[in-house]
């Protein structure tokens, strides 16, 4: 049957509890245990293994609330460890551009993957294929949803959430009302708290009365994103995958202190250091920015101390993606809304105005760019072998005293040379 080759076939592929997998990965004593892993600083527990979801430990909880679960239990209780997540994500990723070079990845365990070439037989096929490949050269586990559009895989990802293989089809199936209708109207991507709120209130639970519900009622009493969502929940694609990296227009590295700040040093060395990661990640997806915005805070919830928050934003001369550009801006704009005394909790970096660096060359380039150019290549290449900071700027500093609160990091990092396992031989 020709005609089934033209049907789109969208796959979401989710990685399972992505977290603990990852730290599942370079400790299998832990393999079937509980575990979890906390926010920035320890404060929410947010990924669970089966185990830890199976004693009740809910998401998002903060941490001290499931503190007694967790001892009574032997829960293993790790601090988020994003470089290391980082790195497992990007192999992920690779592995299923493999499949199919036009990916959209959606978040740091999800992609949208376009399967249309396969005929309609293939396709689980196909999604099983993916899930092992992925789960041979990564060692993380997956759900995969194929559907013809993006809302339906996200509803057939969560239906192969449950089932033993892991892959879940919904192409060919003729009608697929009875499985809608056991989709709860907030569980549909798309749908928020606000218009779940608003879609109870005229009688509409689940995704099967959606998706029989009138466009032009929707259209009128909502908006055309909701339209669309109630489109493809009829299997009509409207929301288009989107693939292209460039598409990104700003960068942002920012986080909150393990412990407050009061020195002018250590806030410098702070921005210094989110502007080399800014940097190297727009310069990874061969970017630049046009502008650099900074900002620092004291915490709201301390206001006995006093409240100060602070930003500016200063345009480069020329577009640029150069750690010492960055860094020298930055350190001008910190001077200028830095205030002595308070105690800062957080502070930030955002590069803006991106655009592709290619063929950026322009009347004021000269030797000197090519010259900056290829010393920042270097630095990436070197970082990237022997570990994130081996080269650095002196302004980046060394101590970094101001670092996030990780009591239980499982220290390993694949980008990082010095947490490769020791290993005696006798
Ligand atoms: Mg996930």
Same mark, same amino acid.
Do not use: H, M, P
């Given at each position: 049957m020709s005609s089934t080759q033209y049907t789109k076939k969208i796959a979401l592929v989710d990685c399972n509890s992505f977290?603990?997998?990852?730290e599942r990965l370079f400790n299998p004593k832990i393999r079937k245990k509980p575990v979890v892993v906390l926010s920035n600083n320890d404060g929410c527990i947010i990924s669970r293994s089966t185990e830890a979801k199976a004693l009740g430990i809910k998401m998002g909880e903060p941490y001290f609330k499931g503190k007694d679960i967790i001892i009574k239990?032997?829960?293993q209780v790790f601090s988020s460890n994003y470089s290391l997540y980082g790195d497992i994500s990007r192999r992920v990723m690779r592995t299923l551009k493999r499949f199919n070079s036009d990916i959209e990845i959606y978040s740091i365990d999800e992609a949208f993957l376009d399967l249309s070439n396969f005929t309609d037989e293939e396709v689980e096929k196909v999604g099983k294929e993916i899930r092992a490949t992925v789960l041979q050269w990564t060692g993380i586990p997956t759900s995969i949803g194929i559907a013809k559009t993006k809302t339906l895989s996200k509803v057939a990802n969560h239906i192969a959430k449950k089932t033993q293989s892991g892959v879940t089809s919904l192409i060919g199936?003729?009608?697929?009302d009875p499985i809608l209708e056991k989709v709860e109207i907030? +569980?549909?991507?798309?749908v928020g708290k606000q218009l779940t709120k608003f879609y109870q209130k005229n009688g509409i639970y689940n995704a099967k009365q959606l998706k029989n519900k009138s466009n032009t009622w929707i259209k009128k009493s909502s908006n055309v994103l909701s339209s669309r969502t109630a489109m493809e929940l009829r299997g009509i694609p409207c929301i288009d995958l989107e693939t292209t990296t460039s598409k990104r227009k700003s960068c942002v590295v920012s986080r909150s202190f393990g412990k407050r700040v009061e020195k002018f040093q250590e806030l410098r060395e702070a921005v210094a250091n989110y502007c080399l990661n800014a940097s190297e990640k727009i310069r990874s997806e061969s970017l630049v920015a046009k502008a650099i915005t900074v900002f620092v805070r004291t915490s709201p919830f301390q206001r006995n101390f006093g409240y100060y928050?602070?930003?500016?934003t200063v345009d480069f001369p020329i577009a640029t993606n150069n750690s010492i550009e960055t860094v020298k801006v930055a350190m001008s704009i910190? +001077?200028?809304?830095f205030k002595n005394g308070y105690r800062y909790q957080k502070a930030g970096v955002m590069l803006t105005g991106l655009s592709n660096a290619e063929g950026k060359k322009n009347l004021f380039s000269s030797e000197k760019d090519e010259?900056?150019?290829s010393l920042m290549r270097s630095i990436d290449n070197t970082n990237y072998r022997y570990g994130r900071s081996t080269l650095s700027l002196a302004s980046?500093?060394?101590?970094?005293?101001w670092n996030m609160r990780r009591q239980y990091s499982s220290k390993i990092d694949t980008a990082d040379f010095y947490c490769l396992p020791t290993v005696r031989v006798y």
């Open positions: 977290y603990v997998s990852c239990n032997n829960v199936i003729e009608n697929i907030s +569980d549909i991507w798309g928050s602070n930003s500016k910190l +001077d200028s809304i010259k900056i150019n980046a500093g060394v101590q970094k005293r």
